[in-house]
């Protein structure tokens, strides 16, 4: 198509030839017409005056020219010259598909916002050709959107073959005279939609399901259908009963939240309007045969070229699109096959969307497709009213009730309660997105959240807790420390349980060199470091009775220090007789205490060190302490363990008889979604504007929230919470709640969660929210969803540095080749010649899924978003 620089030119050209009575402009699907009104064409054929544009601008192709003298322009009363400029998108076949053939198309959906539309909201369902679902797809949705609350209309515009009072068993309350056909009829001629409650049928009685039947079929409805002409609608200055239908909806006695309407196939005329002008959101369903490929290619670009009606002066608003994929064969391979062809097709189809940003317009295109295998009892029913349980269209109504705009938005009042304002509670909220090492105590209180999981690492009888990096292993670690009954063996650097003498990388390699020395092994030095913590802590109880000179005493009479530690478990083990003594020493020590002690050890990963050897020395190290603890704790009565873990040293290490400490053990694991919410309500919690508005929000007369701790709110409320903070929806994509985005989006790829990662995501997303609220008020909650969106980013970087540096640095190099290949989900071929150590490192931490083909095995490998994003992977599906 001709470029407006180009046209600009092509006009110079003609002027200095024929004056100022010329015009040229774009065609719509390709080339440029010319219109000229000149004296010089007097006496000249057409055929001649064309020759002579040709001949003025060689080599453009021009589609249509007007070219005429004078006299024959005033005969036509034409003062200017013809061929106007195309100023308005026609939202009809040949514009539509001839806009969709641009090399990029640029979008701006209502979900790129992360906002909402005004009710009604209207949703098309389209497929160019028959038989692969559309109608059916059209009225489950309808069912579960009226099953949750909010009011359905469904309008049937299938003119020719209607058959939506069929599917919704209502077909014999269609009377003559009724529904969408002679509404639009009357329409062309009187200009308005009269009495449309007297057209709607209620389709169920609890709930509120409604349809605008096409009519009822007959001799008079095929006279009337054949007068409609919806092309002579978009001329101007013509009423359009189509626009004027959709408006009128909203006057209804039961006025819509959601409009879904059901279009005739193929190119019919109807459809066109109903897919580029009407919808806000449109459902194509196709099934991925080489025919359909083709046409809903087109179909798809010029979705994306479309304005709805929403556009306003300097305004752009495109209608989103999804895509139903069915009905595919039931059996997983073959599902698989056609799942994967479809998403090949549409992410091309989408490739030439960019949003107003310039970046891609589609992130993943598992969001906006949803695959729906052939099932009988779909294909054999009459009614979907007699159908139960047809799931796979949640996902297609929440597509659509991820538009509508809530009822209820921040800033109104509830039974006249003075509520704080959104300003107050921002400016007051706090996450504690560091790690607990570096909380201060205070804020450790305040933040720490109770769950059945963290009760039974606190317990006594629990020797083992196990988690990885970022599930709260040390947060617990400084809870059990801060009893004054607590014995700290070993501890993270920084805090104040770190003291001048807690082994570190140095001590423990030369305790190595020792029993090497000694041809000792790790589970009989322990329990010497084991005495000499408690000596330090309690100095009255018994001194070794084999070593001359008093223990756990410093050198130089400051601090006791590490070269201290070290001159004294060389002098205990001198003794050849050393693993026996010490056993009976740690004896003689738990008789003489009257309270329970507990010995406490953290810092067992990165306490090593970080080099090869370090590790190694690592796994060996705590391998002896798990023996020591398992041998020597059955024989103690007052001293107790407490072993923190990270969850891939627990599964290296060979420990004898390690059942009897699994047994023992608790896994710090946040399998369940409501707690891990209740952990940013907690921290939430603690700024009072958020407490007020909570409050005023959601107490009842017999459950008041300040009088209960979060830990033990009911799953309601602290969804409720949840949803005043961060929002019900993410719009975007399948228009997901936004505590399910969070939770899948924050997982790893085994399905693991941290804490830490939703503490830090609410903090970058409250910033953002703050910068936001500047320019751009939002009312639906304190904060925004596109706030969590983007802050994904910022916790991705951390998570991988975490991962990378504190955890695994060995894994560099996969991460490397990760970054080298790009997207993710990849060939399990990406990765040959990649250690299989590492490969097997990163499936255990989470970093890659596997992702089984035929016959289970591995094909695919699959990067979790917790790590795609720091490592600059694009999703297969993104387009």
């Avoid at 409009?259 to 019919?268: A, E, Q």
């Amino acid at each position: 198509m001709t470029q407006p620089d180009d046209i600009s030119g092509l006009e110079r050209a003609l002027r200095e030839a024929f004056g100022d009575r010329i015009r040229v402009s774009a065609d719509p699907y390709v080339g440029v017409r010319v219109g000229v009104i000149s004296a010089q064409f007097s006496g000249m054929t057409p055929r001649a005056r064309r020759g002579r544009i040709d001949a003025l601008i060689p080599g453009v192709e021009i589609v249509r020219y007007d070219l005429l003298t004078p006299d024959e322009a005033e005969f036509l009363e034409q003062e200017e010259p013809g061929v106007a400029p195309v100023t308005a998108q026609l939202p009809l076949w040949p514009e539509a598909l001839a806009s969709g053939q641009a090399d990029e198309i640029t979008v701006r959906f209502p979900s790129e916002d992360y906002g909402t539309l005004p009710s009604p909201v209207v949703s098309t369902f389209y497929s160019l050709r028959g038989g692969v679902g559309r109608s059916t797809a059209l009225a489950h949705a309808a069912r579960v959107i009226a099953g949750q609350g909010l009011t359905v209309l469904c309008i049937d515009m299938d003119l020719e073959a209607p058959g939506l009072a069929s599917l919704f068993d209502v077909e014999d309350r269609v009377t003559e005279g009724m529904g969408v056909v002679p509404l639009l009829a009357a329409a062309e001629v009187s200009g308005e939609i009269d009495a449309l409650d007297e057209h709607v049928l209620r389709v169920t009685e609890d709930a509120g399901l409604f349809l605008l039947p096409a009519g009822h079929p007959g001799a008079e409805y095929a006279r009337l259908l054949s007068h409609l002409d919806p092309s002579a609608w978009y001329g101007e200055d013509e009423v359009n009963p189509l626009r004027l239908l959709v408006e009128t909806v909203s006057t209804l006695a039961q006025s819509p939240d959601v409009v879904l309407i059901d279009s005739r196939t193929g190119i019919s005329p109807l459809a066109a309007p109903l897919l580029f002008d009407v919808s806000d959101i449109n459902i194509i369903a196709f099934y991925p045969h080489p025919q359909a490929r083709a046409g809903t290619r087109a179909l798809t670009r010029a979705l994306l070229a479309a304005r709805s009606r929403r556009s306003e002066e300097g305004s752009l608003c495109t209608p989103e699109v999804r895509f139903v994929v069915s009905p595919v064969p039931a059996t997983p391979e073959v599902r698989g096959l056609y799942s994967e062809r479809a998403q090949e097709w549409i992410r091309e189809w989408l490739s030439v969307a960019r949003n107003t940003a310039g970046g891609p317009a589609f992130e993943a295109l598992e969001e906006i497709v949803q695959v729906i295998s052939y099932q009988e009892a779909l294909a054999v029913s009459d009614s979907v009213m007699r159908i139960q349980g047809a799931d796979d269209f949640i996902v297609v109504a929440d597509w659509i009730t991820g538009l509508v705009e809530p009822r209820d938005a921040l800033g109104e009042q509830v039974d006249e309660v003075l509520e704080p304002s959104k300003s107050e509670v921002l400016a007051s909220l706090q996450f504690a997105g560091e790690t607990a090492e570096n909380q201060a105590l205070e804020e450790l209180h305040g933040t720490f959240l109770s769950t059945a999981d963290v009760d039974r690492a606190l317990a006594t009888d629990t020797v083992v807790v196990i988690g990885r990096k970022g599930t709260g292993k040390t947060a617990v670690f400084r809870r059990l420390a801060e009893a004054p009954t607590a014995i700290v063996v070993t501890s993270p650097p920084g805090l104040d349980t770190h003291l001048t003498w807690t082994p570190d990388a140095n001590v423990y390699s030369a305790l190595e060199n020792e029993l090497r020395d000694r041809g000792l092994e790790w589970r009989q030095v322990w329990p010497v470091i084991f005495g000499l913590a408690i000596k330090n802590r309690l100095p009255n109880v018994p001194q070794p009775a084999w070593v001359g000179e008093p223990i756990g005493v410093p050198a130089a009479g400051g601090d006791y220090l590490k070269s201290d530690l070290l001159r004294d478990v060389t002098s205990l083990l001198s003794n050849q007789q050393a693993p026996l003594l010490v056993g009976e020493w740690i004896q003689e020590i738990d008789r003489s205490l009257d309270a329970d002690q507990m010995l406490l050890f953290d810092a067992l990963d990165t306490g090593f060190g970080n080099s090869d050897n370090d590790r190694r020395r690592r796994n060996d190290g705590v391998a002896g302490l798990l023996t020591s603890v398992g041998e020597l704790g059955p024989q103690l009565r007052r001293l107790k363990f407490k072993v923190l873990l990270r969850e891939d040293i627990w599964r290296e290490v060979k420990v004898p008889n390690k059942s009897h400490l699994s047994a023992r053990a608790a896994q710090l694991r946040w399998s369940n979604k409501v707690d891990y919410l209740r952990i940013a309500i907690k921290q939430a919690w603690r700024a009072e504007p958020f407490r007020q508005l909570v409050t005023a929000r959601l107490n009842k007369p017999d459950f008041r929230l300040e009088d209960t701790p979060v830990e033990y709110w009911p799953e309601e409320f602290v969804r409720n919470a949840w949803v005043i903070l961060a929002s019900e929806r993410v719009s975007g994509g399948r228009t997901a709640y936004t505590d399910n985005w969070v939770w899948s989006r924050l997982a790893d790829a085994n399905g693991d969660h941290a804490p830490r990662a939703l503490a830090q995501m609410m903090t970058a997303a409250v910033e953002l929210e703050r910068g936001f609220e500047e320019g751009n008020r939002y009312s639906r909650s304190i904060i925004r969803p596109r706030a969590l969106v983007e802050s994904l980013d910022e916790v991705s970087e951390s998570a991988l540095d975490a991962l990378q540096r504190d955890e695994f640095p060995e894994l560099d190099p996969l991460l490397g080749r990760l970054r080298a290949i790009g997207s993710t989900p990849f060939a399990a071929e990406q990765l040959e010649g990649a250690s299989p150590d590492l490969v097997r490192l990163a499936r255990d931490v989470g970093l890659l899924e596997e992702v089984p083909g035929s016959r289970d095995r591995v094909e695919r490998y699959r990067v979790p978003e917790m790590y795609r994003k720091a490592l600059s992977m694009t999703r297969k599906g993104q387009a």
